[in-house]
């Protein structure tokens, strides 16, 4: 019986933390319509914000994309040319790596720097009581906070994304020649004809869930902090368990919108 | 620079107005030159300062001032404190100061 209570209890937890995030998470979105959210101190934050998660990320960014995108590129092109499935090469480079491939790596660089970053931020800021600060002088920690960091989530991770895709491409077309002799003409037909306007519409819109969520999460967790400082490592472990749990929901819902 | 923060949230200030309007504010007291330090950076009467000059930035300010000696503590008497307040009346609409009675002493004819 114990046994039963113990899990059931857990379940029970589990789900009201879930029903927490989206109950969270709708407040917010409807926030980011709302012109009083867009008040000069927001700006200046996620100015400062974007700032911080795209452009200092540019050079590694730039770096992992150009040497993990040629790698994979070469592999599946080889792989291809072996299967002999040449005909296909449009469809994979954007059915699977610009469409699946892209975003999916994004997010993973963004979570590993940003939202850890951003998890720790807010548990530090409300251990040493800056939130209650904040508070004191009502200043909304919603729109003062959290909508900065999530509209620059949203942001970032659309337009990371889509550079991780140009540099994917532009590698295809240095592979193609190499291990196909294709000239770009003919590399430039393959994508165009197998590029699907509603496949770039669901990747860019699964981005900005994911630039959504990997932001709005460690956020919750953050300030779920106590005044301890030994909360903090608990919250942002706990934070980024939970954002790992988000991108791999978010990657199979997308999936199964694809195949509906 | 979070003095000029109230500002900029409230009444939609824009960066650099509310920025100069913290500075200015600052140069009252003489300490520009920490405007853009943070608060560990910051020695107790610094600290006192800018605490009460964000507190004077909301509009039709009160000042709600507990126990000050706890915040500047090597103070001798209330003067600094008078002084500092004194320095910004056009500020605030009005000021409280809560202390123990034990500290009666320190403010002397108050």
Same mark, same amino acid.
Request: aromatic letters at 10%.
């Given at each position: 019986?114990?046994?039963?209570?113990?899990? $059931?209890? #857990?379940?029970?937890?589990?789900?009201?933390?879930?029903?927490?995030?989206?109950?969270?998470?709708?407040?917010?979105?409807?926030?980011?319509?709302?012109?009083?959210?867009?008040?000069?101190?927001?700006?200046?934050?996620?100015?400062?914000?974007?700032?911080?998660?795209?452009?200092?990320?540019?050079?590694?960014?730039?770096?992992?994309?150009?040497?993990?995108?040629?790698?994979?590129?070469?592999?599946?092109? &080889?792989?291809?040319?072996? +299967?002999?499935?040449?005909?296909?090469?449009?469809?994979?480079? *954007?059915?699977?790596?610009?469409?699946? +491939?892209?975003?999916?790596? &994004?997010? +993973?660089?963004?979570?590993? #720097?940003?939202?850890?970053?951003?998890?720790?931020?807010?548990?530090?800021?409300?251990?040493?009581?800056?939130?209650?600060?904040?508070?004191?002088?009502?200043?909304?920690?919603?729109?003062?906070?959290?909508?900065?960091?999530?509209?620059?989530?949203?942001?970032?991770?659309?337009? @990371?994304?889509?550079?991780?895709?140009?540099? +994917?491409?532009?590698?295809?077309?240095?592979?193609?020649?190499?291990?196909?002799?294709?000239?770009?003409?003919?590399?430039?037909? @393959?994508?165009?004809?197998?590029?699907?306007?509603?496949?770039?519409?669901?990747?860019?819109?699964?981005?900005?869930?994911? $630039?959504?969520?990997?932001?709005?999460?460690?956020?919750?967790?953050?300030?779920?902090?106590?005044?301890?400082?030994?909360?903090?490592?608990?919250?942002?472990?706990?934070?980024?368990?939970?954002?790992? $749990?988000?991108?791999?929901?978010?990657?199979?819902?997308?999936?199964? &919108?694809?195949?509906? | *620079?979070?003095?000029?923060?109230?500002?900029?949230?409230?009444?939609?200030?824009?960066?650099?107005?509310?920025?100069?309007?913290? @500075? &200015?504010? =600052?140069?009252?007291?003489?300490?520009?030159?920490?405007? @853009? #330090?943070?608060?560990?950076?910051?020695?107790?009467?610094? #600290?006192?300062?800018?605490?009460? =000059?964000?507190?004077?930035?909301?509009?039709?300010?009160?000042?709600?001032?507990?126990?000050?000696?706890?915040?500047?503590?090597?103070?001798?008497?209330?003067?600094?404190?008078?002084?500092?307040?004194?320095?910004?009346?056009?500020?605030?609409?009005?000021?409280?100061?809560?202390?123990?009675?034990?500290?009666?002493?320190?403010?002397?004819?108050?």
């Amino acid at each position: 019986m114990a046994f039963f209570e113990i899990l $059931g209890n #857990r379940v029970i937890r589990m789900l009201s933390g879930f029903a927490g995030t989206i109950a969270f998470s709708w407040k917010v979105f409807l926030r980011i319509f709302q012109r009083k959210t867009y008040s000069s101190a927001m700006r200046e934050v996620l100015v400062n914000q974007i700032y911080f998660t795209s452009v200092q990320i540019l050079p590694l960014f730039l770096l992992v994309s150009i040497f993990f995108g040629s790698l994979f590129i070469g592999i599946v092109f &080889t792989l291809l040319k072996e +299967l002999g499935l040449t005909q296909f090469i449009g469809h994979v480079l *954007m059915g699977l790596i610009v469409t699946e +491939l892209s975003p999916f790596l &994004t997010v +993973l660089l963004i979570t590993l #720097r940003s939202s850890a970053a951003i998890n720790t931020e807010m548990a530090v800021m409300k251990v040493n009581r800056e939130i209650k600060t904040l508070e004191i002088f009502r200043i909304d920690i919603i729109n003062y906070l959290v909508m900065p960091r999530i509209i620059n989530g949203i942001i970032s991770i659309v337009l @990371l994304s889509s550079l991780f895709s140009i540099v +994917l491409l532009a590698s295809g077309i240095l592979f193609s020649r190499v291990i196909f002799g294709m000239n770009m003409d003919v590399y430039s037909n @393959l994508v165009l004809n197998s590029t699907d306007f509603s496949d770039i519409v669901i990747s860019l819109c699964k981005c900005a869930v994911y $630039g959504f969520f990997i932001t709005l999460i460690p956020i919750r967790f953050g300030l779920r902090a106590s005044r301890e400082l030994t909360s903090i490592p608990v919250v942002v472990s706990q934070g980024m368990v939970n954002v790992f $749990g988000a991108i791999l929901m978010i990657e199979v819902l997308s999936l199964i &919108t694809k195949l509906l | *620079m979070n003095i000029a923060l109230i500002k900029q949230y409230h009444e939609n200030m824009p960066k650099r107005q509310a920025r100069r309007l913290a @500075l &200015t504010s =600052l140069e009252r007291f003489g300490l520009g030159a920490i405007a @853009l #330090r943070r608060n560990p950076a910051l020695g107790n009467e610094e #600290r006192f300062c800018v605490m009460l =000059l964000r507190a004077a930035m909301v509009k039709d300010a009160m000042i709600l001032i507990d126990q000050p000696f706890q915040m500047v503590p090597h103070l001798k008497d209330s003067g600094f404190i008078m002084n500092a307040l004194k320095k910004i009346d056009d500020l605030y609409a009005s000021c409280h100061i809560f202390d123990y009675r034990w500290m009666q002493d320190k403010y002397g004819g108050l």
